[in-house]
């Protein structure tokens, strides 16, 4: 959704600023899955995990889905920066913020589930 207002002429609805903090914040989060799902090619290359006959087209689409869409993203916020420049804290803000939010999430709902007895150890 942050991809269509980056490329038009001048934002309309949201802010340029608010477009800064998004566009880094959806090519940090993308980078983030991008190093997770490439990560996992080590293992599977030699067969360490799984067999071959496992590896399919829809595997590798998957593995090459994340990198694609990062460099994708990545041009659109280079562009958009040099179109518009802000302030490097909004790029920043977006860049780290937007990693912290899922983690977070990830963190916080084990632990709630865990206080209020619906998750256990079992």
């Known amino acids: 959704m942050v991809a269509l207002p980056s490329v038009a002429q001048r934002p309309r609805l949201v802010s340029i600023a608010v477009v800064t903090v998004q566009m880094r914040a959806a090519y940090a989060t993308l980078g983030v899955y991008a190093i997770g799902s490439v990560a996992g090619q080590p293992e599977w290359a030699p067969g ?19 990198p694609v869409a990062t460099a994708g993203y990545g041009v ?47």
């Open 48 to 66: 360490l995990v799984g067999g071959a006959a496992q590896i399919d087209t829809a595997s590798v689409a998957y593995v090459l889905f994340f």
């Open 76 to 122: 659109l916020a280079t562009s958009y920066s040099q179109r518009h420049p802000q302030r490097k804290g909004l790029a920043i803000l977006g860049a780290l913020g937007a990693p912290a939010v899922p983690s977070s999430i990830l963190l916080a709902i084990p632990a709630l589930l865990a206080a209020f007895g619906l998750l256990t150890g079992r």
